[in-house]
Structures are given as C-alpha cells and as structure tokens.
C-alpha cells in the first residue's frame, strides 16, 4: 500500500501526532532489534517494556490506516485524547483497560 500524505488523510491533531510517536518508536524497536539479532545474543527484554511493543506499536500504525484509530476495542467508545497521548498504542478506553486486567487478575 502506498504511504499516504498526512495532509491528505484529513486525520485530527492527535491522530498525526499519534502517528509520529509510533512511527518513531517502531523506528527504534526496529533498530535495537537489529542490533540484537547483530550481536547474535539473546534478546533483552527491559522490564519497563511490554514485550510485544513493536507489534502493539504497528497494530497502531495500521488502525491509523484503517481510520479506526481512536475506537475501544472492546466497548467501541471512544478512547480518551489523554490516554492517546500517552499510551497510543492503547486498543482500549481507560474503563475497559482497568476491567480487562480486573478480569485478568480475577
């Protein structure tokens, strides 16, 4: 699929910049994972990343494509700007995030 211009998409602020942090950090996934398969050693994992961050982060990147950024997976809300700022892989809204790890822990 070709890449699309952002000014084309019609996509809000927090989409686009939603979209620069992602491809940022895909971006860096990308290249400490090279460096590591470079190396030849097992991979790292840091205890401060989920260790499926590259896939969440280009799950992301493609419900941005798809225009359903933004959208609650589970309840089909909508997913705070705050909570896309910070976290904008997030595929839940705060409410349902905090049930899917009660639901875990139960």
Known sequence: MPARDED???????????????????????????????????????????????????????RIEQGRFGGCERCGGAIGRQRLLAVPEARCCLACADARARDANA
């Open 8 to 62: 084309s998409m019609h996509v809000d602020p927090i989409t686009t910049l939603a979209r620069r942090m992602l491809l940022s950090r895909r971006d860096a996934l990308r290249a400490a994972r090279a460096d590591e398969e470079v190396a030849a050693r097992p991979p790292v994992r840091r205890a401060c990343l989920p260790p499926r961050e590259l896939e969440e982060v280009e799950a992301a990147l493609e």
